[in-house]
């Protein structure tokens, strides 16, 4: 078992490091007139084109409200095309346009979050990198199956 000390500090030091990234995120995206959830919806187009705005809203845990907002500003500012979908004519896929696909771009390589970030990882070896990450995903998929079970074990008590 863990020393309940160290779980305490493990804590406060993830919540400590994502504090920091999350600022240095934010810069990143303002500097672009974006927010991060706007490089957030982007960066999903990116990877799944064509997603509906609920799929999207699952995909990224973000208040379905918000993301309507969300979509509304990135296709005002012509970054995303909506066109109905073809199987289901009330449903409405997303696209990023040629300029949303080269600022999302621009925004992975350029990102002052990453360039920060990478300049703290170059004072770690390439196994220590490698460690860090399989601990953290290690790490995150325990709090996942905790989550899910303790989720279990209370709709059991209802």
């Known amino acids: 078992m863990t020393d309940p000390a160290q779980t305490i500090?493990?804590?406060?030091?993830?919540?400590?490091?994502a504090r920091q990234l999350r600022k240095l995120a934010?810069?990143?995206?303002a500097d672009l007139g974006l927010t991060v959830h706007q490089i957030g919806i982007l960066n999903s187009l990116l990877k799944h084109p064509g997603q509906s705005q609920k799929e999207i809203t699952e995909r990224l845990v973000f208040?379905?409200?918000?993301?309507?907002?969300?979509?509304?500003?990135l296709a005002e500012k012509e970054l995303v095309t909506r066109t109905a979908s073809e199987a289901?004519?009330?449903?409405?896929?997303?696209?990023?346009?040629?300029?949303?696909?080269a600022?999302?771009?621009q925004y992975n390589e350029d990102a002052y979050s990453y360039q920060m970030l990478g300049a703290a990882l170059d004072?770690?070896?390439?196994?220590?990198?490698q460690s860090l990450i399989q601990m953290?995903?290690?790490?995150?998929?325990?709090?996942?199956?905790?989550?899910?079970?303790?989720?279990?074990?209370k709709a059991g008590d209802e």
């Open 136 to 153: 953290h995903s290690q790490l995150l998929e325990q709090l996942t199956r905790n989550q899910d079970n303790l989720n279990t074990h």
């Open 63 to 73: 208040a379905k409200s918000r993301v309507s907002l969300h979509i509304d500003a």
């Open 9 to 17: 500090e493990v804590y406060h030091s993830l919540l400590a490091v």
């Open 26 to 29: 934010h810069q990143s995206a």
């Open 88 to 101: 289901d004519r009330r449903e409405t896929r997303l696209n990023l346009t040629p300029a949303g696909e």
């Open 103 to 105: 600022l999302c771009r």
């Open 123 to 129: 004072h770690f070896s390439g196994e220590e990198v």
